[in-house]
T-cell receptor
Framework: AQSVSQHNHHVILSEAASLELGCNYSYGGTVNLFWYVQYPGQHLQLLLKYFSGDPLVKGIKGFEAEFIKSKFSFNLRKPSVQWSDTAEYFCAVNARAAGNKLTFGGGTRVLVKP | ETGVTQSPTHLIKTRGQQVTLRCSSQSGHNTVSWYQQALGQGPQFIFQYYREEENGRGNFPPRFSGLQFPNYSSELNVNALELDDSALYLC?????????????FGSGTRLTVV
């Protein structure tokens, strides 16, 4: 069975700082990879996804993620955060052989100080 | 295009009771998945319904059951509630079994068991 690890549970940074959130998964087969964001009191929203092709994926709100197959990683980055990026971020994996079930990491709570 | 609607938004139940949560899928989506998100954790897959049949189940006991109706809406039923069932229950809809089409999440039902 697949599993997903997000190494940082909490991140605090100032506006304009760069953000990188780590995500590693364990599954030997072909995967689809996702990053979701959950703003306070709101539903999960898709930031970006990787299915195939260019391993550097660009998403909404200036986020990007890089799939490194050899490291089983899919780290999320943003060069310059804003106060409005305060939210919880979830990495998720779909093993293509397992239908379209998503396996989520435990989440990283990001607080951006103005 | 309507999103995923879940009801109720909040409810409180007593240990041992039964509860039914409801989900209306996004227009055009025929697959519904249910997730449990305990406080401070990532969502955990409960089960998925496709064409009114269960199509995959996570590590949850049989007292968690579900239904999907011809209009693709869905119910999650939990019998013999336990304190640990307190969580946010998320419904996600998608088109068929193709994760490339994306998932749309509802805002969830916050269940508190006392």
């Amino acid at each position: 069975a697949q599993s997903v690890s997000q190494h940082n549970h909490h991140v605090i940074l100032s506006e304009a700082a760069s953000l990188e959130l780590g995500c590693n998964y364990s599954y030997g087969g072909t995967v689809n990879l996702f990053w979701y964001v959950q703003y306070p009191g709101q539903h999960l929203q898709l930031l970006l996804k990787y299915f195939s092709g260019d391993p550097l994926v660009k998403g909404i709100k200036g986020f990007e993620a890089e799939f490194i197959k050899s490291k089983f990683s899919f780290n999320l980055r943003k060069p310059s955060v804003q106060w409005s990026d305060t939210a919880e971020y979830f990495c998720a994996v779909n093993a293509r052989a397992a239908g379209n079930k998503l396996t989520f990491g435990g989440g990283t709570r990001v607080l951006v100080k103005p | 295009e309507t999103g995923v609607t879940q009801s109720p938004t909040h409810l409180i139940k007593t240990r041992g009771q039964q509860v039914t949560l409801r989900c209306s899928s996004q227009s055009g989506h025929n697959t519904v998945s249910w997730y449990q998100q305990a406080l401070g954790q990532g969502p955990q897959f409960i089960f998925q319904y496709y064409r009114e049949e269960e199509n995959g189940r996570g590590n949850f006991p049989p007292r968690f059951s579900g239904l999907q109706f011809p209009n693709y809406s869905s119910e999650l039923n939990v019998n013999a509630l336990e304190l640990d069932d307190s969580a946010l229950y998320l419904c996600a809809s998608s088109l068929a079994l193709d994760p490339a089409r994306g998932y749309t999440f509802g805002s969830g039902t916050r269940l508190t068991v006392v």
